[in-house]
């Protein structure tokens, strides 16, 4: 058995997230506690409670699923082997490096309400846009963007599978973009309900204001390897891990060749930790997709933590 822990993004989290867990388990409990201590604000009643308005805005979203994921790594890691490789979607990469001990968690949950903070002031409300495209190759979709770059700026932001890309930029040009993969034969399309265009170059602002920040934060090197989102390669030391957090505030999140990298390292075990399971969609898709097997697990609660703990038993 070969063992991945990959983390959740902006998207999966929901009032209730880590509740359950925070109350039955000492560790997964002090994760909250710890978040709350960092913030200086009842950021664990906000994930427990809601309201779902105000959790879904993106300098709350960014800590809240980061504390409800490393709450439920916590439990899980009482019971379960070591993984061999981690990796985590977008904001999930900061939980991830919690988990191979690159990044402390305290840290981290500060860092992550600044990104947050800094993606959502990066471009004003209702300029950018972010839009899903199933159904077209990721070369397609690149071709497409380019075209309607004749728009404004517009370009993949999440390759999530070879068929399932969503795109970002300025709202002219990704509409434009949804119309021209409407008329070359994408299955579906889908505007997306997001308070900024994540993973384009419309975030470089924000990338700059992060940087000095990630700067002053201490990296260690990683006792567990992780696929970056970036360029989805294996990084084991704490500088490359910080230099891929700057990149990929800007650049596109490569999940599909991240999972395609995990499965030809010889994963054969992939266990989603936090809120949801879109990631686990995801790895089904991909490995399907590749004709390898796989087995897919999650831990966001006490029922999912047990059928993960007995599996990898």
């Excluded at 999440?158 to 040009?173: F, H, R």
């Excluded at 992780?226 to 800007?250: E, F, H």
């Excluded at 010889?266 to 997709?289: A, D, M, N, W, Y």
């Amino acid at each position: 058995m070969k063992l991945a822990f990959i983390f959740p993004g902006q998207g999966s989290q929901k009032a209730g997230m880590g509740k359950e867990l925070a109350g039955s388990n000492r560790n997964a409990g002090r994760i909250f506690e710890e978040a709350d201590a960092a913030l200086g604000e009842e950021l664990s009643n906000l994930c427990f409670e809601g309201p779902e308005e105000e959790l879904k805005l993106t300098a709350n979203t960014q800590p809240a699923i980061l504390t409800a994921s490393i709450a439920a790594l916590r439990a899980l890691e009482e019971k379960a082997p070591r993984p061999d490789f981690v990796a985590g979607h977008s904001l999930g990469e900061y939980s991830a490096l919690v988990a191979a001990g690159c990044l402390r968690f305290g840290e981290a949950v500060a860092l992550v309400r600044n990104r947050g903070k800094f993606m959502q002031e990066a471009v004003p409300a209702g300029e950018g846009a972010m839009a899903a495209v199933m159904g077209c190759s990721a070369d397609a979709v690149i071709e497409i963007c380019a075209e309607a770059r004749t728009h404004g700026i517009c370009s993949p932001a999440n390759i999530n599978t070879p068929t399932q890309i969503v795109i970002a930029g300025e709202k002219n040009a990704v509409e434009y973009a949804v119309e021209l993969a409407r008329q070359r034969g994408a299955r579906k399309t889908v505007m997306l309900a997001v308070s900024a265009p994540f993973h384009c170059e419309l975030m470089r602002p924000a990338a700059g204001k992060l940087a000095p920040l990630l700067a002053g934060a201490e990296f260690s090197d990683l006792k567990t390897p992780i696929v970056t989102n970036c360029d989805a390669q294996t990084v084991r030391s704490g500088v490359d891990a910080r230099a891929a957090l700057v990149k990929q505030v800007a650049s596109a999140v490569l999940w599909s060749d991240s999972v395609k990298r995990l499965l030809g390292e010889g994963v054969t075990h992939f266990v989603e930790i936090g809120p949801g399971k879109v990631l686990s969609g995801l790895v089904r898709q991909i490995s399907r997709e590749c004709k390898i097997e796989c087995k897919i697990l999650n831990v966001e609660d006490n029922a999912s933590l047990a059928a993960t703990v007995e599996a990898l038993s």
